[in-house]
């Protein structure tokens, strides 16, 4: 059974930055798509970014396009988010999850997930 725990979470002001950190555990990690979704009070979970196993392949929210970066450590069993220049309406709770299969964005091809860490964007 993967268990997958994110950290890294915060407040912070608009323009800001943050990084989460996902850490991976009981799974052969390094075959997994990894990938982060966000979900706001009152609104569906939405894709943000997705990282293939060998990190070679990446893809991103066009929301989050060119401010976000998401990358993984193989070797650490890691992923993480780093996300500069933050808005206010990036304020989410955010999950990694991981997928058996390709590059993935949808909720449904995902099948295991952390808990979340809260992430608020004060303007």
């Known amino acids: 059974q993967v268990q997958l725990v994110e950290s890294g979470g915060g407040l912070v002001k608009a323009g800001g930055s943050l990084r989460l950190s996902c850490a991976a555990s009981?799974?052969?990690?390094?075959?997994?798509?990894m990938g982060w979704f966000r979900q706001a009070p009152g609104k569906d979970r939405e894709f943000v970014a997705a990282i293939s196993w060998a990190g070679a392949r990446t893809y991103y929210a066009d929301s989050v396009k060119g401010r976000f970066t998401i990358s993984r450590d193989n070797a650490k069993n890691m992923v993480y988010l780093q996300m500069n220049s933050l808005k206010p309406e990036d304020t989410s709770v955010y999950y990694c999850a991981c997928a058996g299969g390709p590059i993935a964005t949808k909720t449904s091809e995902y099948r295991h997930w952390g808990q979340g860490t809260q992430v608020t964007v004060s303007s």
């Open positions: 009981g799974g052969t990690f390094s075959s997994y798509t």
